[in-house]
């Protein structure tokens, strides 16, 4: 799969934030974070990008973030999961039938990106989702990630409303695209969104699958 290199220049401004993160926090990842879970994997689940203080600082998506503390066991319990998560990359959780990344590999200032930078890592959604040969359904986290698959993928964002709980048919590649507000610490802790909200859309995806091939 293409995957952004260590030092990826495509963005400046994101450039000059890992560049100034590396001297702030030289024990940190600081690199553009890839993908977690196996290539065969039938559910994607797509966020925005690294936080500072979770992906930027493990490599892993989500991890060491308040967002993965509901996410990755929520997934495990739906089956999606093996091990403990332990919000370290050598926790020994793995991921099952399942693959997370984002839809901008690089840590933003002020956990916002544009959408220069949303285009400019399009490449690598792209070689992402024509690697996975099994994938069946999207699990997009947040309006961002779910704009970025539809400009990805050619559909027009009007026609495709993002609303929690939504479920999308995306025809012309034989994907559904299920939403969800993101698991972000703010969404949480304002009521925007809840642990039952959260797993009724993975209850939902699971129940569409099926049991693990």
């Not at 799969?1 to 030092?7: D, F, I």
């Not at 001297?23 to 990842?29: A, C, E, G, L, T």
């Not at 012309?172 to 859309?201: C, D, I, K, P």
């Amino acid at each position: 799969m293409l995957c952004p290199e260590k030092n990826c220049p495509l963005c400046p401004r994101l450039v000059a934030f890992r560049t100034d993160n590396r001297q702030k926090f030289p024990s940190f990842y600081n690199a553009p974070v890839p993908p977690f879970g196996p290539a065969d994997a039938r559910l994607l689940i797509l966020g925005m990008a690294p936080g500072l203080k979770g992906a930027n600082q493990t490599g892993r998506p989500f991890t060491n973030d308040y967002a993965g503390d509901l996410l990755y066991p929520v997934l495990k319990k739906y089956g999606f999961a093996t091990g403990n998560y332990g919000k370290r990359a050598d926790d020994g959780y793995r991921l099952v039938d399942a693959r997370v990344t984002n839809s901008v590999r690089c840590v933003p200032p002020q956990n916002k990106v544009v959408a220069e930078e949303v285009n400019n890592c399009r490449r690598f959604l792209v070689s992402e989702l024509e690697a996975l040969d099994n994938l069946k359904i999207i699990l997009a986290l947040g309006g961002v990630a779910h704009n970025a698959l539809l400009g990805t993928l050619g559909y027009p964002k009007s026609a495709f409303k993002f609303a929690h709980g939504a479920r999308h048919l995306l025809p012309r590649h034989n994907l559904v695209l299920f939403n969800s507000y993101h698991t972000s610490r703010y969404n949480v802790n304002t009521g925007v969104l809840t642990a039952e909200m959260f797993e009724n859309v993975i209850r939902q995806i699971r129940e569409e699958l099926g049991d693990k091939a």
